[in-house]
């Protein structure tokens, strides 16, 4: 398989986006935020879903970067920053739109009840496989589904 390289520059891409980091997993020591780049970037352990369909057992995880640009601000609910080796799972990236402009709030939906709310001036996001891949025995379930 070769790496991983999205960018999202609307809704929609960041919903693709959202779909391949479905599941990843990483610690608050891999959020980094830097206010005079304005720029937000986590280093998680994606499971590698367009994989995952072909396969029956021997699931994937690859080292990602996760990176948005033009953010104003950060919130988060539900995450001890100083707790730095808490382990979080992301659910879902998604986007709400502040009114007629392409400026907004992009929340990164965690497990549990913590999630990380962006001010952005629009959307643009990268996501890139950074590091080798390993294999996991198990894939990600989700009641209901």
């Given at each position: 398989m070769t790496d991983l390289k999205?960018?999202?520059?609307?809704?929609?891409?960041?919903?693709?986006?959202?779909?391949?980091?479905?599941?990843?997993?990483?610690?608050?020591?891999?959020?980094?935020?830097?206010?005079r780049d304005a720029q937000f970037s986590i280093g998680a352990n994606r499971f590698v879903w367009e994989e995952a369909a072909r396969k029956r057992k021997g699931f994937e995880r690859r080292r990602a970067a996760l990176v948005f640009k033009r953010v104003l601000a950060v919130r988060s609910v539900g995450i001890d920053r100083k707790n730095?080796?808490?382990?979080?799972?992301l659910l879902a990236v998604r986007f709400a739109q502040k009114g007629e402009g392409p400026?907004?709030?992009?929340?990164?939906?965690?497990?549990?009840?913590?999630?990380?709310?962006?001010?952005?001036?629009?959307?643009?996001?990268?996501l890139a496989d950074?590091?080798?891949?390993?294999?996991?025995?198990?894939?990600?379930?989700?009641?209901?589904?």
């Open positions: 999205l960018v999202a520059l609307d809704d929609e891409d960041l919903g693709v986006l959202s779909a391949h980091m479905q599941d990843s997993v990483f610690k608050v020591a891999d959020i980094a935020w830097s206010p730095r080796e808490e382990v979080l799972s400026d907004g709030t992009i929340e990164i939906a965690l497990s549990g009840t913590a999630s990380i709310a962006l001010d952005v001036e629009c959307i643009e996001a990268q950074i590091g080798g891949a390993w294999e996991t025995a198990s894939k990600p379930r989700h009641p209901g589904a």
